[in-house]
């Protein structure tokens, strides 16, 4: 068990605790056209550096997080609670 | 025609057999305990945790915010579901035949679950009262420190075989003895 996870409910844990869901995609809204759908759906940048996913803390508090990691260097900036990111990009807008 | 359901635990299988005089180290198995799930309205998960806290001869174990395992080992879960549905904003489930307890104590107790757990058991990091959900063994539980050396375990109740075997393998070198606690 190397990589380990600070979840903002549960503490540091290791990556076995956690199942990762996939790039934080902005949704498009319901009446996007639908190649912005096409985008949202299939999509991804792949990039190799700093990237933010949604991983779900399966063996913790079940909750979405939002991990805001490098995947080259595996340093971690950031680990919030998926609704609270929302609300936080929310006010951003 | 009359029907009489008999009442085995799920472990009862994997006790049988062993040595029945408990060691330092010991893990017990409750028959039947009264564990009830109580999940908080949104918006109100520190007045349902309060509520919680203050009620009689039920211990409240962590799983996320806003969700907690209500645990009785002395009321009947008639009087448990009573006392968690006057909480407002609350509801719950009983879950007591979907859930296995445990107690694991003695002076290696750290040692043994060092072994089946990712987390910091040190009492400064994980101080007597504190309980989370995380991965034991294979399986998702939520342990609680109910004393300096002492912890309880709540498992799934079909996962509970193997939690149950994992833990007996990693206390083996400290001869961990395992009993259903009254027996
Ligand atoms: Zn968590």
């Known amino acids: ?93 | 025609m009359a029907l009489t359901l008999l009442h085995r635990h799920v472990l009862d299988d994997h006790i049988s057999g062993f040595e029945t005089n408990a060691n330092p180290n010991h893990l017990s198995v409750f028959r039947r305990p009264v564990i009830f799930s109580v999940l908080a309205k949104v918006g109100q998960e520190r007045a349902v945790g309060a509520a919680l806290e203050a009620a009689a001869d039920i211990a409240v174990r962590t799983c996320a915010p806003g969700e907690w395992l209500a645990v009785s080992q002395t009321s009947g879960s008639e009087t448990v579901a009573g006392q968690l549905s006057a909480i407002v904003d609350a509801s719950s489930v009983d879950q007591s035949d979907g859930k296995v307890l445990l107690t694991v104590s003695g002076p290696s107790v750290r040692k043994i679950l060092a072994k089946c757990v990712a987390v910091d058991l040190h009492p400064d990091a994980f101080a007597d009262g504190h309980s989370t959900n995380m991965l034991i063994g294979h399986v998702t539980g939520n342990l609680a420190r109910t004393g300096a050396d002492r912890f309880e375990i709540i498992v799934p109740r079909s996962f509970a075989g193997s939690v149950f075997e994992e833990l007996m393998e990693m206390g083996r070198e400290f001869a961990l003895t395992a009993a259903f606690a009254g027996d």
């Open chain 1, 1 to 93: 068990m190397a990589s380990l996870i600070s979840c903002p409910h549960c503490g540091t844990r290791p990556k076995e605790e956690f199942s990762i869901r996939g790039a934080v995609v902005a949704r498009p809204q319901p009446g996007a056209k639908e190649d912005a759908w096409y985008r949202y759906v299939f999509i991804r940048d792949n990039p190799k550096g700093r990237y933010q996913e949604y991983w779900h803390h399966a063996a913790g508090c079940r909750r979405f997080l939002v991990v805001d990691r490098d995947n080259l260097t595996h340093e971690v900036f950031a680990v919030t609670d998926a609704t609270e990111f929302a609300k936080n990009a929310e006010v951003a807008r």
